[in-house]
């Protein structure tokens, strides 16, 4: 009876974890406006989605500057960043500035470019706090990252198919 109860509770627990899993990744997310946190890409044609964002990413407006930051953290190391300065919907301009970066402990490594690449917003709503576009950049090795030890990588990434629908974090 005692292995019984056991067993029962053992696949109980197996099937609430299975549950409770959070479904991976296997394609780009779909394109939304809904303020959905998606964020998806390809990197030199692997993917690279924003599976469970953390405080790390984030999209933020400054009005001031009128510029748009966002900065989203996947694929373990690696990391995207966007700024844009030109924040109207309906129209497709080189993106201001676009970095992507791969940080461990033995590597760091990054591709950065200026007034290159594309971006095209679909929704720039600060009332309720929404950005969602398409964007693509080709960058390349970045001076701005510390090297550590030998570098044989790439000397160029190239970032297409990217599409994000996020929640403004930050408006000031």
Not at 17 to 32: A, D, I, R
Not at 100 to 126: C, P, V
Request: charged fraction near 20%; hydrophobic fraction near 35%.
């Amino acid at each position: 009876m005692r292995k019984s109860i056991m067993k029962s509770i053992l696949l109980l627990s197996m099937v609430a974890l299975l549950y409770g899993c959070e479904e991976k990744y296997t394609s780009l997310p779909p394109e939304t406006q809904s303020g959905a946190n998606t964020f998806g890409c390809l990197v030199n044609g692997k993917l690279f989605v924003n599976e469970n964002p953390t405080s790390r990413d984030y999209a933020a407006y400054l009005p001031k500057g009128n510029v748009l930051v966002i900065e989203i953290q996947a694929n373990g190391p690696e990391s995207v960043t966007l700024h844009d300065s030109i924040v109207e919907t309906g129209t497709s301009h080189p993106l201001r500035f676009a970095f992507f970066e791969h940080k461990t402990y033995e590597n760091a490594y990054g591709f950065s470019t200026e007034n290159s690449g594309e971006i095209y917003l679909t929704r720039f709503d600060t009332i309720n706090k929404v950005v969602s576009g398409t964007f693509s950049f080709r960058a390349g090795k970045s001076e701005l990252v510390s090297w550590r030890g030998k570098y044989t990588g790439d000397t160029v990434v190239n970032v297409t198919q990217g599409r994000f629908d996020l929640k403004l974090n930050y408006i000031h």
